[in-house]
């Protein structure tokens, strides 16, 4: 591959928050265009980097970018989802790291290869895979799932008001003959909206893709099984960095911190909080990290991007 464009966003903010040790291990669960490995690595003296990505492309792209890393064994690449997070560190002999960081979503160029699907701006045969090994695709879920699943989707994951209405046509339109491509699906969203709603609210195509994705990659899933054994892997005072780029993964996040820092409901004559209840993690910041202005400006693609990061203390 000659081109891979990716404008990584909160890339000082999320590795200074890393506190990066010299000597430590972390973990990069999104290699991506490898700009947080890259960085990372800069920092790493005996230290080690493990990066996982699902997508292939990001993957032999790294092996180029990041050689000079691999040719002295600073970096190990995982084609993996993170969900198998511990599973995969442990046949590395990994069991504890001292930081980790996601930044998640898609990448500016699995979005821009019109091929992989993602964009209902580009004409594609439905697909949205990241791992390209994967079974399940856009197609299946837009041809074959019930029309109560895509209503149960497009609500969820697209937060689409007219999610019912949406399916409906769709459901309609396979019955005449197979749905193939991107633009016939945003065509078909487009159509089934309301007319004044239409003029409302940006292209519905936009919310429909969205949960199709997250859908096909079970994106959710996958954050919330791999957060927890990220948690669990964190040695004391190692950090956990999570950039979003939407509500329902911030939403996630935010609740998992919450949960991993606050101290469960204790009955009320207790005279002091017995250590073991007393919680692993701390919040380090307690709002999220944004993109400064100039990010903004210059990276479209930040404008949603939330940085959140904890700390095991025990
Ligand atoms: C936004 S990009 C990361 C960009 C990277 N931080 C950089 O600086 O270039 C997200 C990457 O994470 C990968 N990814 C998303 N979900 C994943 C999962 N569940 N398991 C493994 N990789 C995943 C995608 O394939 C994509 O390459």
New binding site residues.
Partial sequence: MTEFK?E?VL?HEAVAELHVQPAGLYV??????????ALILSELTTGHLYA????QT?ITYNEQHLQPFLRQQKVTFIH????NLQSDLAEQGVSTVDGIVY?????SP?FDDAKRGFSYQRDARLDMR?DQRQALDAYQVVNQWPYEDLVRIFFRYGEEKFSKQIARKIERERQEQPIETTTELAEIVKAAIPAAARRHGGNPAKRVFQAIRIAV?D?LG??EA?LEQALNLLKPHGRLAVITFQSLEDRLVKRMFKEQTTIPDLPPNLPVIPPELEPHFKMVQKKPILPSAAEQTENHRSHSAKLRIIERIR
């Fill in positions: 990716h990584t890339l990069d669960c999104t290699l991506g265009g490898g700009g947080h490995s996982f990505d699902q997508d990001a993996d989802n993170f969900r930044d998640l979503g898609v990448s699995q990241m990659n994106e996958a954050l791999s």
